[in-house]
Structure formats: C-alpha cells, structure tokens
C-alpha cells in the first residue's frame, strides 16, 4: 500500500516544490529526479503486485473524505469564481448543480460513504500505473525544456511555468489516484482534479481563444461530472444490492439491472471524458495548449481514464442492449473521425482527431465487452498511449525547429530533421502499421466482433474505418519521407530538443511491439481471466509472424548499404522540362518557376463541415438509446 | 508438429514469379486476341522483367530502391503466409504493409507525377479495403475459421453462402489487379496514367521488382479467388480461371473512371457484402437454428 | 541473357512534324501492324524507355525538352529519327526557329526517312535499332572500352 500512497502523495510533493522553482535548470533536475522516483515507482508497482491479481487496501478514509470534499467545494467556489470573471454561466450552473448534488450525497447518506477498501490494484490498474508513470513523467521532463523554448516562440504570453508544472504533477496525482481508487466518492473527486486540471492548462495562454476552449472543455467534462455523482447517490441509494459505493462490489454485485443504471451513467462520464462524440470538440479545441499539455492530458493519460472507467464496467455492459449502445457511440465516433482526420492538415488536429477516433474504438469494445474484447481494448490502450505520445512530443519539436505544425511543411523532415522523422515515422507506423500494436488489437476486435451477436455492425464499421485511417497516416508518412534537396538540415538549434524522453518513448514504441507477447500473458490475461472466467490469447504461430515480421523492419534499413553508390542521380521527370532537384523548371516566357507536391484532403467527401454533425447527432441519439435501454432493463 | 505448411509457403515463393509471369502473359495474348491483334510472345512478360534487370541502374533517390525493395518482401512474406495456411486478416494486414512502402517509395522520390501517383494508390487502398476484410469475415462466418489452412479444406461450399461477397470481392480484384476501369494509380502496358503514375520514378532492377511483386500479389489473389470454391479443387479452379477472364475482358471494354468514382464502387461493393453477411448472420441463421 | 532486344520500350516525342508521322508511329500499335509482338510498348515515361522515338525537327522551343527528355532515359538507349523532318528539318527546315534535325542535339542511332514514313518503314527502323540497343548491352556489360564503343556506334548511325 505504501507504494500506492507514494505515487498519489509524492507528485504531490513535488508539485507544490515547483511553485517555488524558478529556473530552468533546478526544475529540469527537480522535473527529472521525481521522474525517475515516479517511474521507479510504477515499475515496482508491477514487480510487487503483477502476480498478485486484485489486493485491496483499507487505507486511512475519514480523515482523507472529509479533506477531499472540502476541496471539491473548494473546487466548485473557483469555478464559479472564474466562470463569474469570464462570463460563463453554463459553467456556474454545472458546478452548482454537481456541489449541490454533492451536499445532498454527504447529507442525506453519510452513513452509506464509507468503502470497506478504499484502495486496491489489479493488472490493469497497474497497466494504467505504468503509463501514467514512465509516459506521463517523461513527458513532463520534457515539458521542461519545451515550455521554455514556447516562451521564447511567445513572448507575449505570460510566464506561468511554476502554476503549469505544479498542475502538470498535481494531475499525475489524480490519474494515480483514480486508477488506484476502489472508493467510488474517491474515484470521483480525482475524476474532478483531471477536468480542472485539463481546464487549466488549456488557458494556460490566456488568449481568447484559449479560455473559450478551456471552458468548452469544462463544461462538457462537468456534465459528465454530474452524471457521474448522479450514478453514485442511485449506488448508494440502492446500496444493499448494488454494492453502494464500493467498486469491486458494485461489479461483482448480482442485482445487474439495478447497477446497469448507475454504470451508463458513469460510462457516459467516460465519455465526455474520452471525448468521443458528441463531445469531441473540447478535445479538438484543448489543441490550442501547449504540445506538452496536449501529449499527457488530451491522449495519453487523462481520457484513459474515460475508457478506463468504461473498460472497468465492461462486465455490467456485456451483453446488455444499453452496453451495445455505448459500444455503438464509440464505433461511430471511430469512423467519423478517422474520416475527418483525412481532411486535415495541421498536425496536431489529425492526432486529436485520431485519438478520439482510437478512443471511440476502445469504447467499442468496452461497451460491448466480452473477454475477447476486453482484451484488446486493454491493449488498444496501452498501444495508443505510447505512440500518441511519441506523436505528440515529435510535433512540438518539429514546431519549434521548423515553425510550423502543418503537415504539408513537413515535407522533406527526413532530409531536415532526419533523427526526428525516423521517430515521426516508428510513431505513425505504430498507430496504423501491422506488426505495430494498434493493429494487432483492431486485428484482435474484428476477431472478436465476429463472435458478438450483431457484431457485424462493428465489423462494417471498423473495416470502413480502418481504411480511412491507412490513408490519412500514409500521406502524412509520405510527406515525412520525400527526400528534397538543397534544404538545411535544422536539427540542432539555439534551444537544445529534450531528445532525451522522445528516444525512450520511441524504444517503448518498438519494445511493446517485441515484448507485447508478455504483457499480454503477465497482465491483461490473468486480469481477463479472473473477471470472465476465460481469457483471449493470441496465437503462438501469429505472435511468431508479428515478431518475424518486426525483426524484418529492423533489418531492412541495412539494405540502405547496397545502394551507395550504386546507381546513377536523376532528377525527378518534369514532363521534358529541364529541371533542378528542388522541382524548380524552366516555364514559358523564361521563367522558372517552381513545382510544389500537396496531398490530397479530400474536404468536400471527409470535410467537417461534411461529418461531425451527423456524426454528433448520431451518437447523441445513441447515448440517449443508452439511458432508455437501461431504463427498460430495469 | 507438421511441416506441410512450411511446403506451401516454399512453393509460392518458388512458383508464384513463375505463375504470375505466366498468367501475366496469357493475359497480354488474350487481350491481343480481343483487340484483334496477333499479341506479344507467351514469355514476353518474362522478357518484360529480364530486360529491366539489365539497364543502368538510375534513381533520383537511393531511398527509392529501400522502399521498393521493403515492398517485394512484404508482398512475398504475406503470399507467403497465405499459402502457409495462416490467419487471413493478418495476411491483409500484412499487404496493406506492403503497399504502404510502395506508396512511400513513390512519395520519396518527391516527383509530381509520383506524387499523384502515390495519392491514387493511397485511394485505391481506402477503396479495397473494407471489402477485403469483409470478405474475411464472410469466409470466417461460413468456415468459422480465419485460418486458410482451415478454409481452403472446408467442405461448405462458401460461394453459395457468399454471392454477394463474392461479386463485391471481384469488384475489388479489378483495383487490385490493376485493371481497367480502376487503374487510377498505374497502369499497364500501353496505357498511360498520368505519365506512370506510382513507377514514374522507378525503372530498371527496381520497376523489376514492382512487377514481380506484382505477380506475387496476383498469385495471392487467385489463391483468395480459390478459397470461396474450395469445397471442391475442380470447380475451383476453373472459377479462377472464369474469374481472370472477366476480369481481362473488363479491362477491356472498359474506359478508366475518375478516382471518385473507384472509391465509391470499392465502397459500395463493400456494402454489397455487407448485406450478404447480414442475411447469412440474421436470416439464414434464424432459420437453420429452426426460428429459435 | 540478351533480353533487352525482345523487350523494347519505346518513348515517342512529337518534335515539330506536321503530324503526319505521328500517326503512322501510332498506326504501328494498330492491329494490323500490332508492334507489340517484337514485345514493343509504347510507355510515356522516359525512365521506363529504351528506345526514343522522334518524328519532326528541331525548334527552337523544344529543343531542351529533347535534350530532357534523352537524358532522362537510362543505358543503354537509342533513338530513332522518323521521318525527313527528324532527319534534318525537312520542309521546315527554312524555317525562322527550326535548327533541324535531331541530330543537331542528340546522337541518333537510326534514320527513318519518308514523308510521311510508312509503318512497315518504322517498324524496320526500329528493329534495326534493336541490333545497335544490343551491341550498346553488350558494350555496357563488357566494362573496358564502353565508354569507346558506345562514341563509336553513335557516330556510325545507321539509316534504312
């Protein structure tokens, strides 16, 4: 228990060091010691408890509740607060609206709130632990280095890195809580510490723009919020055959139609929070923050935690029609986004749009959930997490060195910034490239789909979706990969790249490729098996074809040595004009001019314009479908 | 352990050059016949490939012969595990690979012609796909298995089960075999799209290896034609054979369509087999479980 | 192995020509003449080509497409000149922007005169140029005195 308590209070610690750490230096050093203790931390987390299956703990809870609702209120006076000083009252009424829901929870049930076991740890918490502590501290480290490049990019926003690195690890607390809690009020109040976080750091700017999605972004999650204290007090409410507050009963609990209820609820918090649609848009706005900002909160880590609650409740929803309706909204969500993504061309929107559109697929598989596809959301989760990262981190460098976060200004990276594109190239290979582990576990869903009733609704949409997504990841590798010439190499710099934390995270890219065999075997299998009985296995010869196939890609670079030199250098063909490597020719009237290559984005077939509204309309009919089906479960 | 599996793969790496330049040729001689003209030699293709392997070798980027080389592997390691019986949809995965290094191929070399030939192959890619792996799970749903191992030694025969699917896979079989009216990307022989599209920048030992990737890639694809009159070798075979001759006698008469329109017939024979599935799901097996 | 005989490629350039020997290289493809027998396409792509195949003369416009287009071609290579035009400008040849003949800017291998050149006359042009393609192979295989032999064989362009 110790080792859980150390990561939910240690970042806290450090945390509050930073807002009195003002240079770069001392933080970078502070940043990456308690990186190093926080992934330390997790790692042993899995050494100690990996084998163990679910151990609960009691931990200390009256003291700990009576501060955490303390601090919810806390919460709810600073967002009405800032709402008040912005104008939003959308804002106001939602935070009312959850305090006063709050209030009447410890009120009228204070002798209902109290978890035998407020704590506890099983494979995918510990899945989870892992993420948030190597993935999520190493973007930290470098946050360090990149927010001090982006003040310099920006001197006109104000300097506020000791307010942002202290909610930066206050929020690696709250993931850590949230993952660890078995105390659903706990749950919650870490659930709450993410959405002001997220709100946070998306204003960080404090440019219009970036207070107007900071708070779309709230209210959105704060819906989800009320939703999710609605399902607790129903819990509560029915405590003697849900399970109340406890998570591991309400799972375990046998009254099903009784918890289907409160567990929509809590799934439709998940997701607002895994900003699948109708939501999608705070997420799409929470772009304007920092890349930093965008790689830990808005894909790694914090809507996880909207699948993770949703892959938590997994069984409730296996095989019930309101489960199939959540698992719908997902799928949906994954084709239309995935469409929309081919018709962008800022970088960081096509990754928002895709991580929605990876998120939307997980919760498919969540919602429908049985063993098969338990399992590979598990895996979808951890493959998403690395190489989103590994995307994320890799925009923000490329923007600094070459000023520009569109796709098309990427063209020739190979040639300008060739370690960075060897890293851009593993990181999109890894989200849509078989043998890569976004493939294996959309492999392993239309396996399993295929054995769901009405499972050919997700297959249909998961083989549309998955085609749009291998052509909006290949031309943006296209342009990684044209070699241009006579251009500079821009790689270093007056501000050094934190290169550092984006090498592991590309190692970890390729070593989940290589050792996915015994993470599937050590943690997502045994905690399959122990809820369904039964567990998912991917073949041993399949397994060998990946690896086969991985170590093949390895290799294949030192067929590069077989071409020096060999051959003879030819420009590109200009159709018969005279032309200079740079694709500049000779025009009419003795002009040169100059050819420039751009991808096709295909706006007025996969325009947003085109989509998102339908897609919107349609998952909202779907979340509501949800609601009713529960409903008339019960 | 049996190692008969080991057999399939060997012989379709031995074989399939030899297979697909056949076929290859035999296709180049009918369409001959069709258009009333006597036709290049049966070996032309042959020829075709011998001859690229001794020009100059010429580039405009050595990363080009990379990708091209990266892209002959992963079509042969894929043909190959097709034979070897193994998991169908990984198979796909596996091309989809493969024709991701063509297109990257292309994109290296930073060329306009390659450009636009890169984003063609790239929509034809978007067009096939669906239906391709809904042709997987079509097969799944009457065999039960993903396996080709299982599938080709099924005794159901999954035509009867699959019309639909079939007739969407055929459609598709026209991108993937690069024929008329979908050879957006590339084209062949004397055709010109956009000068040569995606191989514009490729020639000698490196449009070689294209092509031959290609008649692994066509081996493949008769082989998947196969799996869907498996039940019986005899019928199957000749369904190949029907197959290919529709396929040549659509390339020729036949005028190429605008990349619109390849991806909306790619995308609609998917919802053709969409349907099919669906009534092999709801109705058939509503009745054969006696309306249970 | 000499392969590149039986498998010429050709790349067909409309130089200045009144168009008239244009067609007749097209009529070639038809089915009455049917090139593709000797394994001959007709490819837009000077990458994939082995065999130029120019009708018209030199103007003072095209005159760098040309040069592009020949040096874009990789070894071994010829070119054919079809038609009097190509061979040295022809009735243009008075002409304000006309140089002439091709070979006032690439070494041409065979001549196909005619005005218009007939397509049995083309197709014994290119043939011809099939046994030079060869020899160019042969010199290209034998490292030594390529480079001697290629000058010498370019400089004794044969006609028909």
Redesign the interface.
């Given at each position: 228990m110790q080792t859980l308590l150390f990561l939910i209070l240690f970042p806290i610690l450090v945390a509050c060091l930073l807002l009195f750490v003002k240079r770069t230096t001392v933080r970078y050093a502070v940043v990456a010691l308690s990186a190093l203790a926080i992934g330390g931390g997790s790692i042993y987390l899995l050494v100690r408890y990996a084998l163990e299956g679910a151990v609960y703990f009691a931990a200390p809870s009256e003291a700990a509740s009576l501060v955490m609702v303390a601090i919810e209120m806390g919460l709810a006076l600073f967002i009405v607060y800032m709402g008040a000083k912005f104008r939003n009252y959308l804002a106001i009424a939602l935070a009312a609206i959850q305090a006063a829901l709050v209030v009447y929870l410890e009120g009228t049930f204070s002798g209902s709130l109290h978890a035998v076991n407020n704590l506890f740890i099983d494979q995918l918490s510990i899945i989870m632990a892992l993420i948030i502590g190597i993935i999520g501290s190493l973007i930290a480290v470098y946050a360090v280095r990149y927010m001090e490049t982006y003040h310099h990019h920006h001197p006109e926003v104000r300097d506020r890195q000791k307010m942002f690195f202290f909610v930066i690890f206050v929020f690696l607390a709250a993931m850590f809580g949230l993952v660890f809690s078995n105390n659903l009020m706990w749950l919650f109040f870490f659930w709450e510490i993410t959405t002001i976080s997220s709100f946070l750091l998306i204003g960080y700017s404090e440019t219009e723009e970036a207070t107007r999605n900071a708070f779309r972004a709230l209210v959105m999650n704060l819906l989800g919020g009320v939703a999710f204290v609605v399902a607790i007090i129903i819990l509560v409410a029915t405590e003697a055959t849900s399970g109340g507050i406890d998570l591991a009963q309400v799972l375990a609990s046998g009254d099903t139609a009784i918890v289907l209820i409160p567990a929509v609820l809590i799934g439709f918090a998940g997701i607002t929070k895994a900003a699948l649609m109708p939501f999608s848009s705070w997420l799409l706005g929470a772009m304007v923050a920092p890349t930093p900002v965008s790689a830990l909160l808005h894909s790694s880590t914090m809507v996880k935690a909207g699948v993770y609650i949703l892959v938590r409740f997994s069984p409730v929803f296996a095989g019930t029609f309101a489960g199939f309706s959540i698992g719908l909204v997902g799928a949906v969500t994954f084709v239309v986004a995935s469409a929309i993504a081919i018709s962008q061309s800022n970088a960081k929107l096509v990754l928002a749009y895709s991580t929605i559109a990876n998120l939307g697929l997980i919760a498919a598989c969540a919602g429908v959930g049985t063993y098969m596809l338990v399992w590979a959301a598990i895996l979808l989760i951890i493959f998403h997490a690395v190489a989103k990262a590994l995307l994320f981190l890799g925009t923000g460098a490329i923007e600094h060195r070459i000023g520009s976060r569109d796709i098309e200004d990427m063209e020739g990276l190979i040639v300008r910034m060739p370690r960075m594109a060897v890293m851009m190239f593993i990181g999109i290979a890894g989200m849509f490239l078989a043998p890569f582990g976004m493939l294996i576990s959309k492999w392993a869903a239309i396996e399993a789909f295929v054995q769901v009733p009405f499972g050919l609704v997700f297959i249909a949409i998961l083989a549309y979706g998955s085609a749009v997504t291998v052509f909006f990841w290949a031309k943006w590798m296209g342009k990684l990969v044209a070699v241009t010439r006579h251009q500079e190499k821009v790689e270093k710099g007056f501000f050094e790249e934190p290169w550092a934390p984006l090498y592991i995270i590309t190692g970890l890219v390729i070593a989940a490729v290589l050792l996915f065999p015994v993470i599937s075997s050590i943690l997502i299998e045994p905690y399959v098996l122990a809820i369904y009985g039964v567990t998912a296995l991917m073949a041993q010869a399949n397994v060998a074809i990946m690896l086969l196939m991985m170590t093949l890609l390895l290799i294949l670079p030192v067929s590069f040595l077989l071409f020096r030199r060999s051959a003879k250098s030819l420009p590109a063909y200009m159709g018969g004009r005279t032309a200079t490597p740079d694709l500049h020719f000779a025009g009419s009237l003795g002009l040169t001019r100059e050819a420039q290559t751009r991808n096709y984005y295909l706006t007025e077939y996969f325009g947003e314009a085109k989509l998102f509204l339908p897609g919107a309309v349609v998952c909202t009919v779907l979340i509501l479908a949800s609601w009713v089906l529960a409903g008339v479960a019960l | 352990m049996t190692w008969t599996w080991l057999i399939g793969a060997v012989l379709f790496l031995v074989l399939a050059p030899v297979i697909g330049g056949l076929v290859a040729g035999i296709d180049r001689k009918i369409t001959a016949r069709m258009q009333g003209r006597v036709g290049p030699p049966l070996l032309q293709p042959f020829y075709d490939v011998g001859k690229l392997f001794e020009k100059e070798s010429v580039v405009v980027t050595t990363a080009q012969n990379f990708y091209v080389l990266a892209y002959l592997i992963f079509i042969a390691l894929s043909g190959a595990l097709f034979f070897a019986g193994g998991d169908l949809l990984l198979i796909i995965f596996a091309f989809t690979l493969a024709h991701v290094f063509l297109v990257l191929g292309a994109y290296a070399v930073h060329s306009p012609y390659s450009h636009i030939g890169a984003e063609r192959e790239l929509i034809q890619l978007m067009a096939y796909e669906p239906m391709i792996i809904l042709a997987a799970v079509g097969l799944y749903m009457v065999t039960n298995s993903f396996y080709v191992a299982d599938i080709a030694v099924s005794t159901i025969p999954a035509i009867l089960y699959l019309p639909g699917v079939f007739l969407g896979f055929v459609t598709i079989l026209t991108i993937k075999l690069r024929k008329s009216p979908f050879d957006i990307s590339t084209s062949h022989h004397a055709h010109q799209e956009i000068v040569k599209g995606i191989t514009t920048e490729f020639s000698g030992s490196t449009l070689a290896q294209v092509e031959i990737a290609h008649w692994y890639e066509n081996v493949f694809l008769l082989g998947f034609v196969f799996l869907f009159f498996s039940w019986n070798p005899v019928i199957g075979v000749i369904a190949v054979v029907v197959t290919y001759l529709a396929e040549i006698f659509v390339d020729n008469v036949t005028a190429r369509v605008r990349w619109q329109a390849a991806l909306k017939s790619g995308w609609f024979a998917a919802v053709l087999g969409i349907v099919n599935l669906a009534v092999l799901a709801y109705i058939l097996g509503y009745m054969m479980t006696g309306g249970v | 192995?000499?392969?590149?005989k039986?498998?010429p490629w050709i790349l067909h350039?409309d130089a200045s020509s009144c168009n008239g020997c244009d067609i007749e290289v097209l009529a070639c493809?038809t089915?009455l003449y049917?090139v593709?027998?000797?394994?001959m396409?007709?490819?837009?792509?000077?990458?994939?080509a082995?065999i130029l195949l120019i009708t018209g003369g030199i103007n003072t416009q095209n005159r760098?497409?040309v040069?592009?287009?020949y040096?874009?071609m990789?070894?071994?290579k010829v070119v054919i000149a079809v038609g009097i035009c190509a061979a040295t400008g022809g009735i243009f040849r008075e002409c304000y922007n006309i140089v002439g003949g091709i070979d006032k800017v690439i070494p041409v291998d065979v001549y196909v005169p005619g005005c218009a050149a007939r397509p049995e006359q083309i197709i014994d042009g290119v043939v011809t140029a099939l046994s030079i393609l060869e020899k160019k192979?042969a010199a290209?295989?034998g490292t030594a005195q390529t480079r001697e032999e290629e000058q010498h064989t370019e400089q004794a362009g044969e006609s028909t």
């Amino acid at each position: 228990m110790q080792t859980l308590l150390f990561l939910i209070l240690f970042p806290i610690l450090v945390a509050c060091l930073l807002l009195f750490v003002k240079r770069t230096t001392v933080r970078y050093a502070v940043v990456a010691l308690s990186a190093l203790a926080i992934g330390g931390g997790s790692i042993y987390l899995l050494v100690r408890y990996a084998l163990e299956g679910a151990v609960y703990f009691a931990a200390p809870s009256e003291a700990a509740s009576l501060v955490m609702v303390a601090i919810e209120m806390g919460l709810a006076l600073f967002i009405v607060y800032m709402g008040a000083k912005f104008r939003n009252y959308l804002a106001i009424a939602l935070a009312a609206i959850q305090a006063a829901l709050v209030v009447y929870l410890e009120g009228t049930f204070s002798g209902s709130l109290h978890a035998v076991n407020n704590l506890f740890i099983d494979q995918l918490s510990i899945i989870m632990a892992l993420i948030i502590g190597i993935i999520g501290s190493l973007i930290a480290v470098y946050a360090v280095r990149y927010m001090e490049t982006y003040h310099h990019h920006h001197p006109e926003v104000r300097d506020r890195q000791k307010m942002f690195f202290f909610v930066i690890f206050v929020f690696l607390a709250a993931m850590f809580g949230l993952v660890f809690s078995n105390n659903l009020m706990w749950l919650f109040f870490f659930w709450e510490i993410t959405t002001i976080s997220s709100f946070l750091l998306i204003g960080y700017s404090e440019t219009e723009e970036a207070t107007r999605n900071a708070f779309r972004a709230l209210v959105m999650n704060l819906l989800g919020g009320v939703a999710f204290v609605v399902a607790i007090i129903i819990l509560v409410a029915t405590e003697a055959t849900s399970g109340g507050i406890d998570l591991a009963q309400v799972l375990a609990s046998g009254d099903t139609a009784i918890v289907l209820i409160p567990a929509v609820l809590i799934g439709f918090a998940g997701i607002t929070k895994a900003a699948l649609m109708p939501f999608s848009s705070w997420l799409l706005g929470a772009m304007v923050a920092p890349t930093p900002v965008s790689a830990l909160l808005h894909s790694s880590t914090m809507v996880k935690a909207g699948v993770y609650i949703l892959v938590r409740f997994s069984p409730v929803f296996a095989g019930t029609f309101a489960g199939f309706s959540i698992g719908l909204v997902g799928a949906v969500t994954f084709v239309v986004a995935s469409a929309i993504a081919i018709s962008q061309s800022n970088a960081k929107l096509v990754l928002a749009y895709s991580t929605i559109a990876n998120l939307g697929l997980i919760a498919a598989c969540a919602g429908v959930g049985t063993y098969m596809l338990v399992w590979a959301a598990i895996l979808l989760i951890i493959f998403h997490a690395v190489a989103k990262a590994l995307l994320f981190l890799g925009t923000g460098a490329i923007e600094h060195r070459i000023g520009s976060r569109d796709i098309e200004d990427m063209e020739g990276l190979i040639v300008r910034m060739p370690r960075m594109a060897v890293m851009m190239f593993i990181g999109i290979a890894g989200m849509f490239l078989a043998p890569f582990g976004m493939l294996i576990s959309k492999w392993a869903a239309i396996e399993a789909f295929v054995q769901v009733p009405f499972g050919l609704v997700f297959i249909a949409i998961l083989a549309y979706g998955s085609a749009v997504t291998v052509f909006f990841w290949a031309k943006w590798m296209g342009k990684l990969v044209a070699v241009t010439r006579h251009q500079e190499k821009v790689e270093k710099g007056f501000f050094e790249e934190p290169w550092a934390p984006l090498y592991i995270i590309t190692g970890l890219v390729i070593a989940a490729v290589l050792l996915f065999p015994v993470i599937s075997s050590i943690l997502i299998e045994p905690y399959v098996l122990a809820i369904y009985g039964v567990t998912a296995l991917m073949a041993q010869a399949n397994v060998a074809i990946m690896l086969l196939m991985m170590t093949l890609l390895l290799i294949l670079p030192v067929s590069f040595l077989l071409f020096r030199r060999s051959a003879k250098s030819l420009p590109a063909y200009m159709g018969g004009r005279t032309a200079t490597p740079d694709l500049h020719f000779a025009g009419s009237l003795g002009l040169t001019r100059e050819a420039q290559t751009r991808n096709y984005y295909l706006t007025e077939y996969f325009g947003e314009a085109k989509l998102f509204l339908p897609g919107a309309v349609v998952c909202t009919v779907l979340i509501l479908a949800s609601w009713v089906l529960a409903g008339v479960a019960l | 352990m049996t190692w008969t599996w080991l057999i399939g793969a060997v012989l379709f790496l031995v074989l399939a050059p030899v297979i697909g330049g056949l076929v290859a040729g035999i296709d180049r001689k009918i369409t001959a016949r069709m258009q009333g003209r006597v036709g290049p030699p049966l070996l032309q293709p042959f020829y075709d490939v011998g001859k690229l392997f001794e020009k100059e070798s010429v580039v405009v980027t050595t990363a080009q012969n990379f990708y091209v080389l990266a892209y002959l592997i992963f079509i042969a390691l894929s043909g190959a595990l097709f034979f070897a019986g193994g998991d169908l949809l990984l198979i796909i995965f596996a091309f989809t690979l493969a024709h991701v290094f063509l297109v990257l191929g292309a994109y290296a070399v930073h060329s306009p012609y390659s450009h636009i030939g890169a984003e063609r192959e790239l929509i034809q890619l978007m067009a096939y796909e669906p239906m391709i792996i809904l042709a997987a799970v079509g097969l799944y749903m009457v065999t039960n298995s993903f396996y080709v191992a299982d599938i080709a030694v099924s005794t159901i025969p999954a035509i009867l089960y699959l019309p639909g699917v079939f007739l969407g896979f055929v459609t598709i079989l026209t991108i993937k075999l690069r024929k008329s009216p979908f050879d957006i990307s590339t084209s062949h022989h004397a055709h010109q799209e956009i000068v040569k599209g995606i191989t514009t920048e490729f020639s000698g030992s490196t449009l070689a290896q294209v092509e031959i990737a290609h008649w692994y890639e066509n081996v493949f694809l008769l082989g998947f034609v196969f799996l869907f009159f498996s039940w019986n070798p005899v019928i199957g075979v000749i369904a190949v054979v029907v197959t290919y001759l529709a396929e040549i006698f659509v390339d020729n008469v036949t005028a190429r369509v605008r990349w619109q329109a390849a991806l909306k017939s790619g995308w609609f024979a998917a919802v053709l087999g969409i349907v099919n599935l669906a009534v092999l799901a709801y109705i058939l097996g509503y009745m054969m479980t006696g309306g249970v | 192995m000499a392969f590149l005989k039986r498998s010429p490629w050709i790349l067909h350039y409309d130089a200045s020509s009144c168009n008239g020997c244009d067609i007749e290289v097209l009529a070639c493809l038809t089915p009455l003449y049917d090139v593709e027998r000797f394994g001959m396409i007709n490819t837009g792509n000077p990458k994939h080509a082995d065999i130029l195949l120019i009708t018209g003369g030199i103007n003072t416009q095209n005159r760098e497409v040309v040069e592009n287009i020949y040096e874009q071609m990789p070894e071994p290579k010829v070119v054919i000149a079809v038609g009097i035009c190509a061979a040295t400008g022809g009735i243009f040849r008075e002409c304000y922007n006309i140089v002439g003949g091709i070979d006032k800017v690439i070494p041409v291998d065979v001549y196909v005169p005619g005005c218009a050149a007939r397509p049995e006359q083309i197709i014994d042009g290119v043939v011809t140029a099939l046994s030079i393609l060869e020899k160019k192979r042969a010199a290209m295989a034998g490292t030594a005195q390529t480079r001697e032999e290629e000058q010498h064989t370019e400089q004794a362009g044969e006609s028909t």
